[in-house]
């Protein structure tokens, strides 16, 4: 077996839910971590799949699978699947090639613990990615009372963790604010937010039968992709199709409140209501653009005013499909600078859907075209991973090739010229500074939007 150059920097990454493109689901790390250049990458993850709850039974090329319990709802059986993968991982940790830096990912908030433990064991920079805000998405949902004895814990861990890093990746710039109430260091803080990289959104029929071929599909095909669970605000969808019947809404995924929500569109006579499983993501990248409207809902929680990140937004303007979003902040303000679609408020999402499916063709077209120009410029895992790359350069700058010395980090630079330091939006032709208002990744209770 070929060894690596000394010289040759590694970080090791934990996240609980991290999927390869062969899997349907968070593909965020691999996406970034691929395009690094002189570093090499290992993801330290779960063998089960956070949705479906199936095992991985294969190896995938950069992946270490951590055996965790399995559980059906949420109660004591998924605080043991988190605790699983804390311990797992850490011993994963010290078992592998000595890192350069450790980089560990919420949610869960015992990831994080786990990464922080390796990194001081190794003693080598701890790197703390925030995707949720944990504990505070949990109480947003409805699964932690504020103030509760387990809150207070949650919430000095996490108060711990925030000190103890090196350096926070924040998904959501709009949670600046939130740091700061906290007494984080601004320092500190790097936003690297999720995206799509709009050249591999590309329909490929001599791949993959098209979206469409797989349904009966009649009046516009409206999409939803991602988690099915209570903070996704399904039902809202499935009220706004009672109301469109003459549309088709495929649902794509997998969650905890999926099997009540197929049970519920059966029980009203949905039939213009199509439930799929999970698909791979590089083939969704290669059926999605056959979609007329993609759909991006959340539930009215407080938590997702704080900030949002949510890639099944960029897929959609990636595949150049017009969106309707019900979530306030950063998504509305995507959709309106960019013009692609329609930004609506919780609850509302109907409004959006029939100011959309009454649109010609053409124009839809071209909600989308203006999409997918915003995410090449502002949103491309290219552009976020540069972003990253300086992360990590800055923390361990690269060794010259007698071991000594070092060669300069990576110059600050996107996919397409000099990047800001805070993300921008180009408003039809104008660039602006862009801070979001107000996720997930996401899930059922709070599990990556990402």
């Known amino acids: 077996m070929t060894r690596p150059p000394r010289n040759r920097r590694h970080v090791l990454v934990l996240n609980h839910y991290a999927k390869p493109l062969s899997e349907p689901g968070g593909t965020r790390h691999v996406e970034l971590f691929s395009r690094l250049r002189d570093w090499d990458w290992t993801i330290v993850a779960a063998d089960r799949d956070v949705y479906s709850r199936r095992r991985f039974t294969g190896r995938e090329p950069n992946f270490v699978r951590v055996r965790v319990p399995g559980y059906t709802r949420n109660d004591h059986r998924r605080v043991l699947n988190w605790l699983g993968y ?150 809202e969808l499935l009220d706004a199709a009672a109301e469109l019947p003459q549309h088709t809404f495929a649902l794509i995924g997998d969650g905890i409140d999926k099997p ?19 698909i791979p993501k590089a083939e969704f990248a290669g059926v999605l653009g056959g979609a007329d409207i993609g759909v991006h809902a959340l539930a009215d929680a407080e938590v997702f005013r704080l900030g949002a990140s949510p890639n099944k937004l960029y897929d959609y303007l990636a595949a150049g499909i017009p969106v309707v979003t019900n979530c306030p902040g950063e998504p509305h303000d995507i959709v309106r600078a960019s013009d692609s679609g329609a930004a609506v408020p919780p609850g509302k999402l109907v409004v959006g859907l029939r100011e959309l499916v009454d649109r010609e063709p053409a124009v839809l077209r071209e909600m989308g075209a203006r999409g997918r120009r915003f995410i090449e410029a502002n949103r491309s895992r290219t552009a976020m991973a540069a972003r990253l790359q300086r992360v990590l350069d800055d923390l361990a700058p690269q060794r010259g090739r007698d071991g000594t010395g070092s060669v300069p980090a990576a110059p600050r630079t996107g996919s397409d010229g000099p990047m800001p330091e805070r993300p921008t939006v180009l408003s039809r032709g104008k660039e602006s500074d862009f801070i979001p208002e107000t996720p997930p990744n996401s899930s059922e209770l709070p599990v990556s939007r990402c």
């Not at 924040?170 to 936003?191: C, P």
């Open 86 to 235: 804390a311990a797992g991982a850490l011993v994963r940790s010290m078992l592998r090639r000595r890192p350069t830096v450790v980089y560990a990912s919420s949610p869960h908030i015992l990831a994080p613990v786990a990464g922080w433990l390796a990194a001081a064991v190794w003693r080598v920079p701890f790197v703390l990615e925030i995707r949720d805000l944990w504990p505070e998405s949990m109480v947003g949902t409805g699964y932690l009372r504020r103030g509760s004895a387990m809150h207070r814990m949650l919430s000095g861990l996490e108060r711990w963790l925030y000190r103890r890093a090196d350096r926070i990746v924040m998904v959501a710039e709009g949670w600046r604010s939130y740091f700061r109430s906290l007494g984080v260091d601004e320092n500190k803080l790097i936003w690297v937010s999720n995206g799509a990289e709009p050249s591999a959104f590309t329909l490929r029929p001599d791949r993959y039968p098209p979206l469409r071929d797989r349904l009966p599909v009649r009046g516009r095909l409206i999409v939803f992709a991602g988690a099915h669970g209570q903070a996704n605000g399904l039902d």
């Open 260 to 278: 009540r929500l197929v049970a519920r569109a059966t029980a009203e006579g949905l039939s213009n209501v199509h439930f799929l499983d999970m």
